[in-house]
């Protein structure tokens, strides 16, 4: 799919030849042109009795409009309905994406509280994630090579493929029906979660994951029905043969209304450029999941599915977000906080920052004289968070360094500490 900077009469997008229907609609239109001033040219010097065939090929315009106009109707319906099928599928294939996508956050969502014991709690959920998360690539990847058609050429890059067994490679390679044995095996791992413990999000809460498949899996055959079943060949065939009578007719029937050969040039040129254009437009909508400059691009679309389950992995997608020490929990200051712009810039993390540490001085100060290296330590650990979020946000402006922190210096909360007796003087500190 070709990316353009959007404007009134950008010079970059006129001029682009990747992608348009320009130049084969300037070729045909050019050819039919010349014709046309050729004829002019025959007719004023009366080359051949010319001028007596082209002053008897057409005495009232009015058939010839009405040519054109049906044609035009043709034309205009074939473009009305690939533009059609053109946005239904991109409509469907976001669809399906999506579905499949929530699926497979729902299910790692639910494996945050299993019932299984402690030790093979974490091997469980790991291995049914990373199952999960493969499957679901897998899955999204197959469904676009055969929206591409049957005998498709693309080869979507998928997550490590290679982590799952050979015998379930082997049997997806041998099956036709791919798709249908993929949802299967989702399902069937979703049963498997709930028997093993590691889903135990109550049933009518978990049968959510099979809607969320059977949804996915109706928004493809959707998608897929458009690769399925052609623009009807009768309408078609009949646009084609009547544009191609039309090309042959209008050299003739132009030069006999006009009076030098420029202008019958430039009107027959248009005429055809006009028509021609619109039914390549027609041409390069109605099948949107090939491999042309104006279809979906079918790895980029993949790229997207890959970065967003990856997303599901990192342990900053687990961790949920508390309130800080500087919350307001009061209606009326919560009012005036809710102007805050985001994302967050370095200024407003400086001045985040210079409110924690001088909350965090107010605390060390209360402790005893017997705490005071856990009072430089806290200063200190408070010092190193502002250099390092300082150097991260040198480049970048978001809050995604700060999701990457330890929870020891994790900006935001109010820190806790567990003071020991010191030796010296037996007392703690109670901050």
């Known amino acids: 799919m070709i990316r353009y900077k959007k404007g009134n009469f950008r010079l970059t997008n006129l001029l682009r030849v990747r992608g348009s229907v ?16 050729a004829f002019k040219i025959m007719e004023m010097h009366k080359w051949y009795g010319a001028d007596l065939f082209f002053a008897n090929v ?3 315009n009015s058939a010839y409009s009405s040519f054109s106009v049906l044609i035009g109707f043709l034309v205009i319906f074939r473009t ?4 059609s099928r053109f946005w239904d599928s991109c ?8 579905e499949f996508f929530v699926t497979g956050a729902n299910l790692v969502a639910f494996c945050r509280h299993p019932d299984t014991n402690k030790q093979s709690e974490s091997v469980e959920v790991l291995h049914f994630q990373h199952v999960l998360i493969r499957l679901l690539s897998l899955l999204h990847a197959v469904c676009l090579m055969q929206l591409h058609g049957k005998e498709s050429t693309i080869h979507p890059e998928v997550i490590d493929p290679h982590g799952l ?3 379930s490679l082997i049997a997806i390679g041998n099956e036709e029906c791919k798709v249908e044995l993929l949802v299967q095996w989702v399902q069937c791992l979703t049963v498997d979660g709930i028997q093993t413990g590691v889903c135990t999000i109550p049933a009518p809460i978990l049968s959510r994951i099979f809607q969320n498949l059977s949804n996915g899996l109706a928004a493809f055959y959707n998608a897929y029905r458009v690769t399925e079943v052609p ?6 065939q009949s646009t084609e043969v009547l544009l191609l009578a039309h090309y042959i007719v209008t050299p003739m029937v132009i030069c006999n209304f006009t009076i030098s050969p420029g202008w019958s040039f430039i009107f027959s040129f248009l005429v055809v450029f006009t028509l021609l254009s619109l039914n390549r437009i027609a041409c390069e909508l109605e099948d949107p999941f090939g491999t042309d400059p104006n279809d979906l691009d079918m790895d980029e679309m993949q790229g997207e599915m890959n970065k967003r389950l990856l997303l599901l992995m990192k342990p900053s997608s687990g961790r949920l977000p508390v309130l800080s020490e500087l919350a ?10 809710a102007n805050a712009k985001f994302p967050v810039t370095a200024k407003h993390i400086t001045t985040r920052l210079s409110h924690v540490l001088t909350h965090m001085r107010e605390t060390t100060t209360e402790c005893s004289i017997g705490s005071l290296a856990l009072a430089r330590k806290t200063r200190a650990v408070g010092s190193e968070v502002s250099r390092k979020v300082t150097g991260q ?6 809050l995604q360094p700060l999701l990457s922190m330890t929870s020891e210096t994790r900006i935001g909360l109010a820190p806790t500490f567990e003071c020991e007796e010191d030796d010296s003087t037996g007392q703690g500190c109670d901050p």
């Open 22 to 37: 320009f130049p084969q609609s300037l070729h045909l239109a050019f050819w039919c042109g010349a014709m046309s001033a």
């Open 58 to 60: 057409l005495n009232n």
């Open 80 to 83: 009305q309905q690939a533009y």
């Open 91 to 98: 409509k469907y294939v976001k669809t399906m994406q999506a």
């Open 165 to 167: 067994d050979l015998e």
């Open 231 to 236: 623009y009807p060949f009768p309408y078609m």
């Open 328 to 337: 307001q929990l009061e209606w009326n200051n919560a009012r005036e906080a």
């Open 393 to 398: 946000l040198s480049n970048s402006e978001n």
